[in-house]
């Protein structure tokens, strides 16, 4: 079992930067590909990044390619992301999710993940 809890969301304005944390339980967390996804309202989920649980492979969603940067640190059990030049359209529910199937590239669905947290609001004014 794979505990996820999300912290860092807020309220920002236009243009500013954000770190959202995911620590996690386990033993083994050094062995889980980590993905971040988020979900506005009366949207369906969607992948926002992603990293391998070895030789730091990294993907993004379009939409954030060059403002949002995915890392990992293992001693610590957390995933983070950074957000730089938000936008209003980044608002949504920010999750962190698990993959534990040793795959060597992430996935960028939701299937592709096991556990999830309970989510972290972010919010970006204009």
């Known amino acids: 079992q794979v505990q996820l809890v999300e912290s860092g969301g807020r309220l920002v304005q236009a243009g500013g930067s954000l770190r959202l944390s995911c620590a996690a339980s386990g033993r083994t967390f050094s062995s889980y590909a980590m993905g971040w996804f988020r979900q506005a309202p009366g949207k369906d989920r969607e992948f926002v990044a992603a990293i391998s649980w070895k030789v730091g492979i990294t993907l993004y969603a379009d939409s954030v390619k060059g403002r949002f940067t995915v890392s990992r640190n293992n001693a610590k059990n957390t995933v983070y992301l950074q957000m730089n030049s938000l936008k209003p359209e980044d608002t949504a529910v920010y999750y962190c999710?698990?993959?534990?199937?040793?795959?060597?590239?992430?996935?960028?669905?939701?299937?592709?993940?096991?556990?999830w947290g309970q989510g972290t609001q972010v919010s970006v004014s204009t």
């Open positions: 999710a698990a993959d534990t199937d040793l795959l060597v590239v992430p996935g960028t669905t939701p299937d592709s993940y096991d556990y």
